[in-house]
Antibody, heavy 118, light 109 residues
Framework: EVQLVQSGAEVKKPGESLKISCKGS????????IGWVRQMPGKGLEWMGIIYPGDSDTRYSPSFQGQVTISADKSISTAYLQWSSLKASDTAMYYC???????????WGQGTLVTVSS | EIVLTQSPGTLSLSPGERATLSCRAS???????LAWYQQKPGQAPRLLIY???SRATGIPDRFSGSGSGTDFTLTISRLEPEDFAVYYC??????????FGQGTKVEIK
């Protein structure tokens, strides 16, 4: 069974750094892209970027380029999304999802809620 | 970057009725690489339709997708109580970013 399990909710202060994770299982982790999607409170889905764990090829949405870093450790089947300096506007639910080139995002993690508040 | 515009923003219908949701792209979506997702409150999105018209695994046949080029439609033939949710389209045919539409909420009338 394909599963993506994300790390737990985080509460941070503005200016702090953060790295959240997404662990894949039940499939060949290095054979599928993993993407990250932001959902701000009460809003829609925003495509942030995507990584191919096999070779760490990474693509970012222009809206998120330079704001976040996507990485992966294929030895432990885990993808990451990180911030070096959080802002209040980073408060959102963040989802990871497996990317199938023919199907789109076919499996999703449960989401990680990030709250940034002073 | 391709912009997807969904309409209507909200659809108020009764169980048993037919729902028709639209997704229009700012430029042609290559190879009909258009997906639809359903999201219920407090849950992650779920893939419903890919390739504009193929149902994902386990999706009931009351859900159907159609369209090509810049105009796509998701149809729910007879709404069940569990179908009241928000629906998003996403294009993934061109180079990234693979953008989402802003969503259509299907609510109980």
């Amino acid at each position: 069974e394909v599963q993506l399990v994300q790390s737990g909710a985080e509460v941070k202060k503005p200016g702090e750094s953060l790295k959240i994770s997404c662990k894949g299982s039940g499939y060949s982790f290095t054979s599928y892209w993993i993407g990250w999607v932001r959902q701000m409170p009460g809003k829609g889905l925003e495509w942030m970027g995507i990584i191919y764990p096999g070779d760490s090829d990474t693509r970012y949405s222009p809206s998120f380029q330079g704001q976040v870093t996507i990485s992966a450790d294929k030895s432990i089947s885990t993808a990451y999304l990180q911030w070096s300096s959080l802002k209040a506007s980073d408060t959102a639910m963040y989802y990871c999802a497996r990317w199938d080139a023919m199907k789109g995002f076919d499996y999703w993690g449960q989401g990680t809620l990030v709250t940034v508040s002073s | 970057e391709i912009v997807l515009t969904q309409s209507p923003g909200t659809l108020s219908l009764s169980p048993g009725e037919r729902a028709t949701l639209s997704c229009r792209a700012s430029q042609s979506v290559s190879s009909s690489y258009l997906a639809w997702y359903q999201q219920k409150p407090g849950q992650a999105p779920r893939l419903l339709i890919y390739g504009a018209s193929s149902r994902a695994t386990g999706i009931p046949d009351r859900f159907s997708g159609s369209g090509s080029g810049t105009d796509f439609t998701l149809t729910i033939s007879r709404l069940e109580p569990e179908d009241f949710a928000v629906y998003y389209c996403q294009q993934y045919g061109s180079s990234s970013p693979w953008t989402f539409g802003q969503g259509t909420k299907v609510e109980i009338k």
